[in-house]
């Protein structure tokens, strides 16, 4: 769907309601990174601890502690707390510092920020929160790492209004379900993609025993 993958130093925001298999795509996409590439990651989570997240992600028969442990994967805890002794990269500013730190000891290659609505929607003038966005991209881009940035989709209409991060990151990967006759499947669809064609149909996938799995030959109907 977009010849053979996504383009290196690119970052890409995935949007998807609740369920749809944003941290799973997050995931995945450090996995395999790590077990097929050998390039080393970063995981950023703005909403989940690293205990229930690695927890979540064993039943794919990923081990990301083990990566964690041998020193190819870092886990940023930025997750909401009332205690700035647990969660002392909490602002914008924090959290990018603390990337730029992680990505240039490690040498990273991949980072997943999941999700980024808890960092730019602390600015609730548009402007800011645009330039607060900007920002992050940017970051991301002068690392030189590829990224994947997660947020919620704010509706699950078929007509919806663009939003804002959509126009500021390099690609958008939309997961959403659609109505197939009786049945509700799961459809993903690729808006955009710098430097690459795309396939603009949406497509079905599943979040299997091992991940997501995409049918790229497949049609909604």
């Known amino acids: 769907m977009i010849e053979g993958g996504i383009p290196v130093g690119r970052s890409v925001l995935v949007v998807g309601g609740p369920g749809s298999g944003k941290s799973v795509f997050c995931a995945q996409f450090l996995q395999h990174g790590l077990a097929k590439l050998g390039q080393k990651g970063i995981y950023v989570s703005l909403e989940e601890n690293r205990y ?47 990337i730029t730190r992680m990505v240039s000891d490690l040498k990273a290659q991949r980072v997943a920020v999941d999700a980024i609505a808890s960092l730019i929607f602390e600015f609730p003038d548009l402007l800011e929160r645009r330039r607060a966005l900007l920002r992050l991209v940017h970051t991301l881009s002068e690392t030189g790492v590829t990224s994947i940035l997660t947020n919620e989709l704010r509706t699950l209409e ?50 299997t025993s091992s991940g997501i799995e995409v049918f790229p030959r497949e049609s909604v109907r």
Request: glycine share 4%; aromatic share 10%; net charge negative.
């Open 52 to 98: 229930h997240f690695y927890r979540e992600m064993s039943r794919f028969g990923w081990d990301l502690e083990k990566y964690e442990r041998e020193g190819s994967l870092k886990f940023l805890d930025a997750s909401p707390s009332f205690d700035e002794e647990v969660a002392p990269h909490r602002s914008l500013e924090q959290v990018l510092h603390t």
């Open 158 to 207: 078929t007509e919806r209004p663009v939003q804002i991060e959509e126009y500021l990151t390099h690609g958008t990967i939309v997961l959403k379900t659609v109505e197939s006759g009786p049945s509700v499947i799961r459809a993903l669809l690729v808006e955009k993609m710098r430097e690459t064609a795309i396939d603009p149909q949406p497509r079905p996938y599943r979040i």
